[in-house]
């Protein structure tokens, strides 16, 4: 019986953005709380959100999916234009998939090389 090896890469990228769509919903409600959209537009994107993230973390790791979810990390950045103190913690979610993607994608060379 012949064993499948999981890509490592793919295991912690989909952990990085699992803890992205609880980021999410900490921006859906300042975004309702600040009154910027309605709330039904609010509910909207949230979801959509939820959508592309889980549509991207099962794609990988596939090389459109590891470009769309640095795309995704660019919009995590651009949320400061909503609330400033959100540039910190998107630097934060930033830097925790960049290390998730780098590190698994450095234990999947030494696991391949078995």
Same mark, same amino acid.
């Given at each position: ?29 300042? &975004?309702?709380?600040?009154? +910027? ?6 509910? *909207?994107?949230? =979801?959509?959100? %939820?959508?592309? !993230? #889980? ?10 999916? &590891?470009?769309?979810?640095? +795309? ?6 651009? *949320?400061?234009? =909503?609330?400033? %103190?959100?540039? !910190? #913690? ?25």
């Amino acid at each position: 019986m012949e064993v499948v090896k999981k890509s490592v890469m793919a295991l912690v990228g989909r952990m990085a953005l699992g803890l992205e769509i609880g980021f999410l919903f900490f921006v859906a409600l300042v &975004v309702a709380g600040k009154s +910027i959209l309605e709330w039904w537009q609010v509910i *909207l994107l949230f =979801v959509l959100a %939820i959508i592309l !993230i #889980v549509g991207i973390a099962m794609g990988l790791p596939r090389t459109w999916a &590891v470009t769309a979810a640095w +795309i995704v990390q660019i919009g995590i950045l651009a *949320l400061w234009y =909503v609330e400033p %103190i959100m540039a !910190i #913690v998107g630097l934060g979610f930033v830097g925790l998939w960049a290390y998730a993607w780098y590190k698994g994608r450095q234990i999947d060379r030494v696991n391949n090389r078995d």
